[in-house]
């Protein structure tokens, strides 16, 4: 199993970015997908999730109507376009994969795997 994250950069407050992670190894339709990040020194955040089908997607507050998570099931990936972002959103950012197909995974506990990260900048 793998999930491989990209796309992550050094922009500017206001840019945008889109990150994509790849899986493999694994039935990817069968599972819902979630995006997190971690800041240094502080722990793993919920960022947003997806379900199976793409229909059902969740968003922490902080990032509610910035963010955007999608999936092509054809492609085995899912998507974070990045919008308006801020210094806050400055983060290491981690794809997951959940065996629920629901989406409603909030917590890293609910994910059974993991990409390796990507790195996000958000600096003038």
């Known amino acids: 199993v793998q999930l491989q994250a990209s796309g992550g950069g050094l922009v500017q407050p206001g840019d945008s970015l889109r990150l994509s992670c790849v899986g493999s190894?694994?039935?990817?339709?069968?599972?819902?997908m979630g995006w997190f990040r971690q800041a240094a020194g502080k722990e793993r955040e919920y960022v947003a999730s997806?379900?199976?089908?793409?229909?059902?997607?969740y968003y922490a507050d902080s990032v509610k109507g910035r963010f955007t998570i999608s999936r092509d099931n054809a492609k085995d990936t899912v998507y974070l376009q990045m919008n308006s972002m801020e210094p806050e959103d400055t983060a290491v950012y981690y794809c997951?994969?959940?065996?629920?197909?629901?989406?409603?995974?909030?917590?890293?506990?609910?994910?059974?795997?993991w990409g390796q990260g990507t790195l996000v900048t958000v600096s003038s």
């Open positions: 997951g994969a959940d065996s629920s197909p629901l989406g409603y995974g909030l917590s890293p506990w609910d994910y059974n795997y």
């Open positions: 190894g694994f039935s990817f339709g069968d599972y819902s």
């Open positions: 997806i379900n199976w089908s793409g229909k059902s997607t």
